[in-house]
């Protein structure tokens, strides 16, 4: 027989009644709270990005152009829904999490706007897109903390991919593959000439256009492989593995893909493969590749990681902060504040450096020696340089042989109209391919060794060795990144930035080096020294700027 009192009983039932309640009052609230934060934080986050949108509205369309202008990047479209979709699948992982706003993350802002400034004034679109693309994970940091931030690792990194980039790999992607198909022919016993991204076969000739670099394929391949990694693996050694595998293969790939195509245009006396065929003959190649690296890939698929076995939910000892609207408001304030003072600053530079209804005319240096001109030409070749404000076109004669002379000035550069921009060539890529490129060291009259790039090019009738330089506020070099920090230390300092592009060139008929001694006796003897007339102020105003004055 049981001693227990009822009563006791009874009341022990209502307190154990009471607990429960309590504890799933607590936990009612602290959902409350939890989701109030998200609420809050989601808001603030909608509002700075549309400030960051409005104030750093041109590289946002600087990007947007590049989707819609070139093929190879047509995939940013897609990037953002993609990162979007990510996150919503770690939505219940995300709802366990109370955003707590991160104010160190405002010192990262601070200096990621500075680095926006620099890349500004040297005027690299590359590196203001992507400080402007980080904006975004900067702000989830700040705003949302940096535990949610890292529940959100992966879909936050793969926005790189809508920073359109990779152009610089094209020539070297031509070179490897004009190697690889060359190595292959060989060694498929079929003779072949080659001649830098040149190849001729018996039955005809192929040239590695950018075309069929395989950056496209490339690309592609980095974004399709990142995101099947971190869908199918849990291990980072496995995502990594896989990523670089998906780097390797399409390199790999595009090389046999040339080769193939050279091969079934020998075996059918150049009927097949040798037009369009070729093109949507790569994207089905590339296609089947990539299927096959994905089959191969999941012999090592991991099953995702539930979320709901890890993840504990609020219980009454666990307690939500009531309040981080302070620091909520801080932190917008403070990001406001910052991304305002990027534009603003450019906008200062801007003003103080532009320069309004300049006209300016280049004398190009006299003849000299054996060499006589300049006198206009009649060649139907030119660099391809945008939004120049002057361009000068002459040549100069040693008897038969004619050296062609061409400057390309910008004394107010902006967006659109740069010295050095990926746009750029020192050739019409309609009319002429490249063969290879080259740097070489000449001599000026002063005695100065002067680098100078070498781009060997060719048309259907003829080949031509071609020399460029950058000179800017009289500072020469050949390096395109070189050229952009010259311009940025030359803006900051002066404002005012005198900078060009100068090229000699010259034809060859069977030995490239006929071309290159001519250029060379020509700049030593004639020399390049440029005079930029002020037209505005009269003669009196004159700026020489000259590689051998250094």
Not at 91 to 103: E, S
Not at 374 to 402: F, H, L, M, R
Request: aromatic fraction near 12%; charge should be negative.
């Amino acid at each position: 027989m049981s001693d227990t009192n009822p009563l006791t009983q009874e009341a022990t039932k209502n307190a154990d009644d009471d607990i429960v309640s309590t504890e799933t009052s607590a936990v009612n609230t602290n959902t409350q709270r939890t989701n109030y934060h998200w609420r809050h934080a989601l808001i603030s986050f909608g509002l700075l990005w549309l400030v960051a949108l409005v104030l750093y509205w041109e590289t946002a369309a600087s990007i947007v152009a590049i989707w819609i202008r070139s093929e190879t990047y047509a995939h940013g479209f897609l990037i953002v829904p993609i990162s979007v979709y990510l996150v919503w699948q770690r939505r219940t992982q995300l709802r366990q999490m109370v955003p707590v706003p991160n104010l160190m993350a405002l010192p990262v802002l601070a200096v990621s706007l500075l680095l926006w400034l620099a890349a500004w004034v040297a005027e690299v679109q590359l590196i203001q897109q992507l400080i402007f693309v980080s904006f975004i994970p900067i702000l989830v940091v700040l705003l949302f903390g940096s535990a949610v931030a890292r529940a959100m690792m992966f879909p936050l990194g793969y926005l790189i991919f809508a920073v359109p980039f990779g152009e610089f790999l094209v020539a070297p992607l031509q070179d490897q593959t004009a190697w690889f198909a060359v190595q292959a022919l060989i060694l498929s016993g079929i003779p072949v000439y080659w001649e830098g991204l040149y190849l001729t076969i018996p039955g005809g000739s192929f040239v590695v256009a950018e075309g069929c670099s395989g950056i496209r394929y490339l690309i592609a391949s980095i974004a399709l492989s990142s995101i099947y990694a971190y869908m199918t693996y849990r291990s980072y050694w496995k995502r990594t593995g896989f990523i670089l595998l998906g780097i390797i293969v399409p390199i790999v790939a595009n090389g046999i893909r040339a080769f193939s195509i050279v091969m079934i245009a020998y075996l059918s006396d150049m009927r097949i493969a040798t037009g369009v065929d070729h093109i949507l003959y790569g994207w089905v190649f590339f296609g089947i590749v990539m299927l096959l690296l994905f089959w191969f890939g999941s012999f090592w698929r991991e099953e995702p990681m539930d979320d709901s076995s890890v993840l504990k939910k609020p219980q009454a000892g666990t307690v939500v902060p009531s309040s981080n609207n302070y620091q909520m408001i801080i932190a917008s304030t403070f990001a406001i504040i910052f991304l305002a003072s990027g534009t603003y600053a450019s906008s200062l530079l801007s003003a103080s450096s532009a320069v309004t209804g300049q006209e300016v005319r280049l004398e190009l240096p006299k003849s000299s020696g054996v060499w006589t001109g300049p006198t206009a030409s009649d060649d139907a070749w030119q660099p391809s340089y945008i939004g120049a404000d002057k361009t000068v076109y002459q040549q100069y004669q040693n008897q038969a042989e004619t050296v062609y002379f061409y400057v390309a000035y910008y004394g107010n550069q902006d967006n659109g109209k740069e010295l050095v921009g990926s746009l750029n060539r020192v050739y019409d890529q309609e009319q002429w391919r490249r063969v290879q490129d080259n740097s070489v060291s000449v001599i000026m009259p002063s005695g100065k060794n002067v680098a100078v790039a070498e781009t060997d090019i060719r048309s259907a009738d003829k080949r031509r060795i071609v020399w460029h330089w950058y000179n800017i506020n009289g500072a020469v070099t050949a390096s395109r990144v070189m050229a952009k920090m010259l311009e940025s230390w030359e803006r900051l300092r002066n404002h005012k930035v005198d900078a060009m592009l100068v090229v000699v060139a010259r034809d060859y008929t069977i030995d490239p080096q006929e071309a290159r001694n001519d250029l060379r006796n020509f700049l030593e003897n004639v020399g390049a020294d440029i005079v930029v007339v002020n037209e505005n102020v009269g003669t009196e105003e004159v700026s020489i700027v000259a590689p051998d004055q250094q």
